[in-house]
């Protein structure tokens, strides 16, 4: 646990964000996991699906920064790779929020837009965002995979996941930071594995 410094928030809030960043740089397990991760994103863009991204609040920024660096580009030159965040489109959000309730607002666009062999990422920093949840049920219930992210006091996510990152911080910063971090790895890895086979992405499931 980081002491916190004097009257210097600044300051604190680098040695809170680099104490838990030490603690996964040097977790086997939740490397294992991000390895596990990448490679389930890799296996979907290979067979022609997709990943699709949830998350409220700055998860919801975070879901669009993936996508953006999944469609765009992480550092190599390539073909565009197929990603969504759930979290953009205004219209949806708000006529299925007023129709069908804020809980809904993902796992409708899920249930309309995923298939079976897609990954989805949920990104949910206490583990418990309804709407996340269900969202993860629904891709579940779809035969897609489910991915969670969450922080140290989310356990209880892995009942709907069937691959949980778990940030070493109960800090909803700090563990957006860490899913960052852990987002832009398997986004190096993604490319790195799709560029040696510039067609993998392309070919029908």
Known sequence: MVEALNNDPVADHFQHSLAALNRAAQDEVLLACTR????????????????????NGGSAADSQHIAAEIVGRYRRERPGYPAIALTTDTSALTAIGNDYGFEQIFSRQVEALGARGDVLWALSTSGRSPNVLAAAEMARKL?????????????????????????????????????????????DAIEQALVADPGAALRPA
């Open 36 to 55: 596990s991760i990448a490679q389930v994103s890799i296996d979907a863009l290979r067979s022609g699906a997709k990943i699709l991204i949830v998350g």
């Open 143 to 187: 035969g897609i995979t489910v991915v969670g992210f969450t922080g140290s006091k989310g356990e209880a996510m892995r009942a709907s996941a069937d691959h949980l990152f778990i940030a070493p911080s109960d800090q909803a910063a700090v563990i957006q930071q860490i899913h960052m971090t852990a987002a832009h790895a398997i986004c």
